[in-house]
Nanobody, 114 residues
């Protein structure tokens, strides 16, 4: 079972930026990595995904503002969040999928004040 540890959450004003990191306990070279988020009272939703070949997929609500990237040598995936809005508030979870095995991090809180 892969372990995923997120960091980088916090409190930021609307219009500001935050960068999240997720370190995996094993190689992510052949792994699809993603960030999900869950706002209070809402279901968890996909924010951004990056495949093992580097193809990126974004939720419509974050296109043009968020960027997902990864460093295979460091087993780390990043989420750069710019132009943050109050509706981006939530717990952000790192997710991995490899050979049919899925893993979740414990989450990091992002709060955007308006």
């Amino acid at each position: 079972q892969v372990e995923l540890v997120e960091s980088g959450g916090g409190l930021v004003q609307a219009g500001g930026s935050l960068s999240l990191s997720c370190v995996a306990s094993e190689s992510i070279l052949t792994t699809t990595m993603a960030w999900h988020r869950q706002a209070p009272g809402k279901e968890r939703e996909l924010v951004a995904l990056i495949t093992s070949l580097g193809r990126r997929v974004y939720a419509d609500s974050v296109k043009g503002r968020f960027t997902i990237s990864k460093d295979n040598a460091k087993n780390t995936v990043y989420l750069q969040m710019n132009s943050l809005k109050a509706e981006d508030t939530g717990v952000y979870y790192c997710y991995s999928l490899s050979d049919g095995r899925a893993g979740w991090g414990h989450g990091t809180q992002v709060t955007v004040s308006s």
